[in-house]
């Protein structure tokens, strides 16, 4: 399979405690995103990366949040001392730098207890 | 087939009718336009897309409509099929990295 992975798929933790969740994008792909969707909404714009340069966030994207990209590839978003505000499915998306098309992956359901 | 106003959140239609979902978008200077599928518990999986120097883009079964004059894009699906029950949502992107998303229509196909 050669499209976006993300893990895990499902989280279910106790609100204080600290997540990561990681993506690995479609293998050509310079740029990663994130985003954020709640039940009944579209998915919201957290940041994005084009290789390890993280060049946009979100007023979303609190302190508690912070995504890295260290190689330029797979990425991590860990969002400390969870609130259950925070459940939500977390998106991770992949593209060309040169073309506006986003491939998404399957999502990691965050459940906050 | 039916039509369904601006921000209505569902759509019900007859298998094998067509099916029009309809989205307003919010920034005139956005020249990028896609729709999306998105089936429950899954990711979105792009359908088609639409640059704003045209007005009409086909795909298989599906045709986007983009009228800028209105900020107005619509996603036409032609013989609806019960695979293509999901929610459906357009997204605009202005030359930025990030797409800003639609409230989105729940597309149901009765057989």
């Known amino acids: 399979d050669t499209g976006v992975s993300q893990n895990p798929r499902h989280k279910i933790t106790k609100r204080g405690q600290n997540v990561t969740f990681r993506c690995d994008p479609i293998s050509e792909h310079n740029r990663l995103y994130w985003y954020r969707q709640t039940l009944g909404q579209g998915p919201e714009f957290l940041t994005y990366f084009q290789n390890e340069a993280q060049l946009e966030k979100s007023r979303l994207l609190s302190d508690r949040f912070s995504a890295e990209r260290p190689k330029g590839s797979f990425s991590t978003l860990e969002i400390q001392r969870t609130e259950q505000g925070d459940s939500a499915m977390y998106l991770c998306?992949?593209?060309?730098?040169?073309?506006?098309?986003?491939?998404f992956g399957p999502g990691t359901r965050l459940t906050v207890l | 087939g039916e039509s369904v106003g601006l921000h209505l959140p569902t759509l019900s239609v007859q298998e094998g009718d067509n099916s029009i979902i309809n989205c307003a978008y919010s920034?005139?200077?956005?020249?990028?336009f896609i729709w999306y599928k998105q089936e429950s518990g899954k990711g979105p999986q792009f359908i088609i897309d639409i640059r704003s120097n045209m007005d009409k883009r086909q795909g298989q079964r599906v045709t986007v409509l983009l009228n800028k004059t209105v900020k107005h894009l619509s996603l036409q699906i032609a013989a609806t099929q019960p695979g293509d029950s999901a929610v459906y949502f357009c997204?605009?992107?202005?030359?930025?990295?990030?797409?800003?998303f639609g409230q989105g229509t729940e597309l149901s196909v009765k057989p």
């Open positions: 997204a605009e992107n202005n030359r930025g990295g990030k797409l800003i």
């Open positions: 920034n005139s200077a956005s020249d990028y």
């Open positions: 998306a992949s593209s060309f730098p040169t073309a506006d098309t986003q491939y």
